[in-house]
């Protein structure tokens, strides 16, 4: 099957998996902010992994391989190694990057450790259960638009909602506490939210495509603004423009009747070839502006210089 | 010669525990923790390369050489990138490692859509499988391989151990001195690669990160001294594989994953045990003892 342009208005599921991928970055690229200025870029990636044990106990727990009830227990799991990882950070001297990666490998561990112990049960309706986790763009349907836009919409309220709060506890902690507010609930907030994003995300790009929907479009968002608030719309917007694109590419560049492209894959392909243009380009930010802004300045100094001492 | 199975996975848990922990004690102590993850995903474009190169077969030499350059190459493009200026490390190296991933998964789709190239077996690996692989001497492969590994890594860190001390905590002064940390670093960073590589070969890529980050974090949560931690960190290596081995026997589960799972329980022994410790000794202060 051969689509162009014109068949996003009247395929069902192309208009699916587009619109669906389209939201997905949409909400993954405004959350990323905060992740990726508070140092934890690879939260998607630890939440993602640490969802695993969670989907395996609401399997065992339902029986049943109901996508709702499997999200709902990764999700809680997510929100689990994240908020452990929060209190490591807070009780100890080690570091975001030791304390992402301790929770993601020992949860993802235990994961396994079920999955194996689930599988050795002999319980047939268990097969799968890991292709979960590799994502499946093109099983979106129009019911998984809905919920994503009313999770997004949801998730997007909040941030906005609560711009100010989540502002200063994120840049000045210090301060925001002094002034009374709750940092460590709106730390855990913005985390719970992550969560949300990557739970989303995980049947549409999989574990490890998923970190790249969060920091990407926050990466390459950065390089063109200076504000928080300018930010999180860029971001979302990055995020929004990847999911889409990515989405329509990898349809549109599928060989006929092949498997096709992954849709995830393509999806962060775009997403880091948007980054990689924003590093370059920006203006300011930019390489290419830092290195015209040296050339003038040693240029500068080169005519100062043969002007000779006045 | 057959040794036993028990023997075996054992030996093979531990040797691996080993190998990843002399590096990983410093990857801990430089923030680079999740450059095992990272590494262990992005090896995929480089074992799909060493897989076509080699006319179609996994865990052979060239998907291993291919594995270890793309693990390499995440280093440098992610220290290139922080280098720049405009993007910390952790978000420069969450840019690289999923783009990497993401083009071998594509390439996978592209040409072996219709083959089985089992993803699963890389990342989770089967460390059961290991005594049915014997390479030199009769030796089972993966003791070789991941022993050769730790010999290394133990030469690198035992002869340059003053070295890496100095440059991990004082990278200013190791440069005064004549040092020269990047080089050391970028040595160090290496031996990860190489080790990741010949690690998940063995027993997948969730315990060789597990081994890299977790029992140096426990141990430094015990100790603030350098030799004690390397001390307590491969105890704590050696006791979780043997208690690990024993939960999955016991439980009928992945070894990998009970072995993590008990690498994550230490940890939390050790996190309250000090969180116990903080309070009392704050306590005390406040009484004025």
Known sequence: ?310 | MTLPFDLVILGTAVLVAWACTLPGLFLVLRRQALLGDAISHAALPGIVAGYWLSGGSLATLPALVGASLSGLLTVGLSALIARSGRVKEDAALGLVFPALFAAGVIAVSLNYGNVHLDLDAVLYGEIAYTPFRTGWLGLPAAWVLVGGMLLVNALFVGGLFKELKLSTFDPGLARTLGFSPRLLSGALLTLVALTVVAAFDAVGAVLVVAFLVVPSATALLLTRRLGTALALALGAGLSASVLGYAVALALDASITGAVAGVLGLQFVLALAAQALRARRVRGRAALGR
Not at chain 1, 161 to 167: C, T
């Open chain 1, 1 to 310: 099957m051969s689509l162009g342009p014109a068949d996003f208005f009247t395929d069902y599921t192309l208009r699916s998996i587009v619109l669906g991928s389209a939201l997905l970055g949409l909400v993954a690229g405004t959350l990323g902010c905060f992740s990726v200025l508070r140092r934890q870029s690879l939260i998607g990636d630890t939440v993602a992994h640490a969802a695993l044990p969670g989907i395996c106990a609401a399997f065992l727990l339902t029986g049943t391989r109901d996508t709702l009830g499997l999200l709902v227990g990764g999700g809680i799991s997510g929100l689990l190694a994240s908020l452990l990882a929060l209190a490591i950070l807070r009780y100890s001297r080690l570091k975001e990057d030791v304390a992402l990666g301790v929770t993601f490998s020992t949860f993802f561990g235990v994961g396994i450790a079920l999955l194996t112990a689930i599988g050795q049960s002999g319980n047939a309706a268990q097969a799968g259960l890991e292709g979960f986790l590799f994502g499946q763009a093109a099983a979106l349907t129009a019911g998984d638009v809905t919920r994503f836009a009313v999770l997004g919409a949801l998730a997007l309220g909040t941030v906005a909602a609560l711009h100010k709060e989540l502002q200063i506890s994120l840049f000045d902690p210090d301060y925001a506490a002094v002034q009374g507010w709750p940092v460590a609930g709106l730390t855990a907030l913005s985390t719970a939210l992550t969560v949300l994003a990557v739970m989303l995300g995980l049947q549409t790009v999989g574990v490890v495509l998923m970190a790249a929907m969060l920091i990407a479009p926050a990466v390459a968002a950065r390089q063109w603004t200076r504000s928080l608030s300018g930010m999180l719309r860029l971001a979302g917007g990055f995020g929004a423009l990847s999911g889409g694109l990515g989405a329509a590419l990898s349809l549109a560049f599928s060989p006929e009747g092949g498997a096709g492209l992954p849709t995830g894959a393509v999806t962060v392909l775009t997403a880091t070839a948007l980054a990689v243009l924003s590093l370059l380009l920006a203006p300011g930010r930019g390489l290419l502006a830092g290195l015209a802004r040296q050339r003038r300045a040693r240029a500068r100094l080169l005519r100062d210089l043969a002007g000779g001492p006045r």
